[in-house]
């Protein structure tokens, strides 16, 4: 615990260990859901709505681990399927590159945006997540986003003003969001 106190957290520190295997093991759940849950649930009679509400959920939260991850180690792997490496055999030799700040916004926003289509407006049961609960999620990213690109020189050809965006979503949400 003294590392975090002396801003010399090392590899071998339990804490920080334990926080990448958990974030890791939310995104392999979200995964899971992703890939599996809606042929095996369309088979049982469940409904596409709550099919698109379990998706949605899985895209939030694989979204915001994600983002925890870039946020404490900058540039971490993206699994958004994990067969191949288990179907390998070859699990251990396997090398899976780290993806680049700028690649893992995007991959977050884009898991964000597809969110706000799947969750709905609201929902009946408390503390579950919906449509806002992804448009705020993403009104913070797309602000991290923006400190990013203004920092490390933006994108060649994307014009997108992030800031802009995070202003105008976390507006839509303060504004059109529930009280």
């Known amino acids: 615990e003294g ?20 974030l890791y093991n939310v995104i392999s759940y979200a995964n899971s859901v992703m890939l599996d849950m809606p042929e095996a649930a369309r088979l049982n009679g469940v409904s596409d709505d709550v099919i698109n509400k379990a998706l949605g959920e899985a895209y939030l939260f694989r979204a915001v681990a994600y983002y925890f991850l870039t946020e404490y180690w900058h540039e971490v792997p993206i699994i958004d399927n994990a067969e191949a490496l288990i179907t390998s055999g070859n699990v251990q030799d396997i090398y899976v590159p780290k993806a680049t700040q700028r690649s893992l916004y995007r991959f977050i926003c884009e898991d964000l945006e597809r969110a706000v289509e799947l969750l709905p407006e609201s929902d009946n049961e408390p503390g579950r997540v919906n449509k806002w609960s992804a448009k705020g999620m993403l009104a913070k990213v797309y602000l991290t986003r923006a400190v990013y690109e203004k920092n490390h020189g933006g994108y060649e050809g994307d014009t997108t003003d992030y800031f802009e965006l995070a202003k105008s979503t976390a507006k839509e949400v303060i504004t059109m969001g529930p009280a």
Do not use: I, K, R
């Open 3 to 22: 590392q975090f106190y002396l801003n010399t957290v090392t590899d071998n520190n339990q804490y920080s260990n334990n926080g990448w295997t958990g």
